[in-house]
DNA sequence: TGCTAAATCTCGAAC
DNA sequence: GTTCGAGGTTTAGCA
């Protein structure tokens, strides 16, 4: 793995390996003590101090203190830099187009430079997974609807899945179609093919549900005209009954033993 | 310096050798692969990949991918923290009390390590915050308007708070509202809630005042129909107001020494 | 502790 | 591009 690694260099052997890892598109971390400044949709400056300073490999530009949770200056990804050397200090600037904005660095002591490629190509699952909301739908029901009952679920229907069959305290047939993020009109053709494939086989009426944290703009008028109902739930209310259904289990067991 | 740097370590060392800088309140920097978890507020999950981990000298952890301005896990400062090792891999473990939650991560690999005590005690200064703006108002109020003189501000009026009060040339209450941005609708629609609550208690006409580097398209029709004053001001202009208020301000503090 | 409003908010989706 | 809405938003200032 190519990986460079310099303690305490010298300004112009920085400032070398900074413009060769940038072109390599490497990940950069810089240590040392510097002044930063920031112009663009506001000014603000930072007198000397010690710092980290990172260049992420979409060019990203992070300058972070010791302490705190957010970094003090930054550029988002996608930047102009310019490295350069001037009376024997490490100069970095950032530079964005749109909007115009330019931060500042100058190191006048170098403490450790880090530079290296990282793969990272992983998917980042945020919140409750479709399939939790639908663990969370199947543990308690009653955050769909009180009094409903859930017979089946991920059922082949020919379309797909069925996420949850269900039926309600009148005894009709009720199809949830779960979404994790804002609905869109696909999701509501989903369920109206899922009603019209199993109504067939079914002699009575079917209630389709659209299950989601939202519905997206201008989907209103086609869940009345589909005869789709909605119900709002949110990725996060599952995870909290997932967690509370868990410790439920946990203590049920530790009384069994 | 006191200065750890690890190149590749084995995962003992490495835990021996962060336990060690966390008790020093050191800055902690780890590199290489691993999975993330997550659980509090929300929960996520990030499979094997390869991050920056890091963290502050006030505990703050900060996990960042190879791209993207934001980390994609952290934990703000002052979590405790628990390292070891398992299964040849490192575990460091962030747990934060209020509200409860919990970062696990576990590196199966490890690229580097560095830690080391920063100093960094300067201020940052952010210009022109609307916080700014009206400290300038406050300091020059004819940058308003000729002849106002500020009575009070932060002022509680039910709805909210009132940036500015004040009195112009002819004596009647002024009331301003500052945006640092362009002003939309609601900042009209505060100013008028404002104007309301205020002339219940008050027997005299109100000047409603909007001070905004400009307004938002199609908003000028709605300033005639709610009878709402509107001044030009900018918040660079007001950040070199400050400044010169500052040195003035200097300026008299050596003359009395 | 809880709320309110601002942020160089960022980030993504829709238009 | 711009706008709109959400975020584990964070952060600061107060009741």
Redesign the interface.
């Known amino acids: 793995?190519t990986?460079d690694?310099l303690?305490a260099p010298q300004p112009e052997l920085a400032a070398k390996t900074i413009q060769s890892a940038l072109q390599q598109e490497k990940?950069i971390?810089v240590?040392g003590r510097c002044t930063v400044r920031y112009k663009g949709r506001?000014?603000?400056?930072?007198?000397?101090?010690?710092?980290?300073l990172?260049i992420?490999?979409?060019r990203?530009l992070?300058i972070?203190?010791?302490?705190?949770?957010q970094p003090?200056n930054?550029q988002?990804?996608g930047c102009r830099f310019e490295i350069s050397t001037d009376n024997d200090e490490l100069r970095i600037r950032a530079i964005r187009r749109s909007p115009p904005e330019t931060i500042s660095v100058s190191f006048d002591q170098l403490?450790?430079i880090?530079a290296?490629?990282?793969?990272?190509?992983?998917?980042?699952?945020?919140?409750?997974s479709e399939e939790d909301m639908q663990r969370a739908i199947i543990a308690r029901p009653e955050i769909v609807e009180r009094g409903l009952r859930v017979i089946e679920y991920e059922k082949r229907v020919e379309p797909g899945f069925v996420d949850v069959y269900g039926i309600d305290q009148d005894g009709r047939l009720v199809i949830i179609e779960i979404k994790r993020k804002a609905a869109g009109r696909e999701a509501i053709f989903q369920l109206a093919k899922y009603v019209k494939a199993t109504s067939e086989g079914v002699g009575r009426s079917i209630r389709p549900i659209l299950v989601a944290p939202s519905i997206a703009k201008g989907i209103q008028r086609l869940l009345q005209t589909m005869r789709v109902e909605f119900r709002k739930l949110d990725?996060?209310q599952c995870?909290k009954i997932l967690a509370e259904v868990d410790k439920g289990e946990e203590e049920r067991l530790s009384r069994w033993i």
């Open positions: 793995m990986f690694l303690e990940f971390i240590v506001a000014t603000s400056s930072l007198d000397t101090g010690e710092r980290l990172a992420k490999q979409d990203a992070l972070h203190r010791p302490y705190g949770y003090v930054w988002p990804p403490k450790l880090a290296m490629a990282l793969k990272d190509l992983a998917e980042f699952f945020l919140d409750a990725p996060k995870a």
